[in-house]
């Protein structure tokens, strides 16, 4: 299977990450303004909600790991977003993987792209500048 991997050293504890990537409200302030939270899923909505992806939070392990469960989207049905954060000379440096593509299809590389952004969105804000998240309701920031 498939699988998108990156990496960002991040100058902020993994106590100050880990809520923006195992919480919907964390979530918010760097992937997308568009989240409904329920008791056991999170759906974010692109594009007017014309892209709705609903996760599960399947584990964190605080404030070192968290796993949510892809359940709906174009690709991302039965997906894993796993993010883990390791501290050293008080930096953090935060793995992600998107795990468990089907294919590396022409989607999955423009979601490379994405991820990519949506890391330097989620390194800014866990540092204290405030970019905001890559989506709003509408579409896209830029």
């Known amino acids: 299977m498939a699988q998108i991997r990156l990496s960002v050293s991040i100058d902020a504890s993994p106590e100050r990450i880990y809520p923006l990537i195992a919480m919907a409200r964390g979530l918010s302030r760097w992937w997308a303004t568009d989240i409904t939270e329920t008791a056991e899923t999170v759906e974010l909505g692109f594009f007017n909600r014309a892209t709705v992806y609903r996760l599960q939070f399947v584990r964190g392990v605080e404030?070192?790991?968290?796993?949510?469960?892809?359940?709906?989207?174009?690709e991302w049905a039965g997906t894993r977003l796993l993010f883990g954060l390791t501290q050293t000379n008080g930096k953090t440096l935060l793995r992600f993987t998107h795990a468990d593509?089907?294919?590396e299809t022409d989607y999955f590389v423009a979601c490379t792209?994405?991820?990519g952004e949506l890391?330097?969105?989620?390194k800014a804000t866990a540092e204290g500048r405030a970019p905001g998240p890559l989506f709003s309701a509408a579409g896209m920031a830029y």
């Open 101 to 103: 593509w089907k294919a």
């Open 113 to 115: 792209t994405t991820w």
């Open 63 to 74: 404030p070192r790991e968290a796993e949510w469960r892809c359940l709906t989207g174009q």
């Open 119 to 122: 890391m330097y969105r989620l």
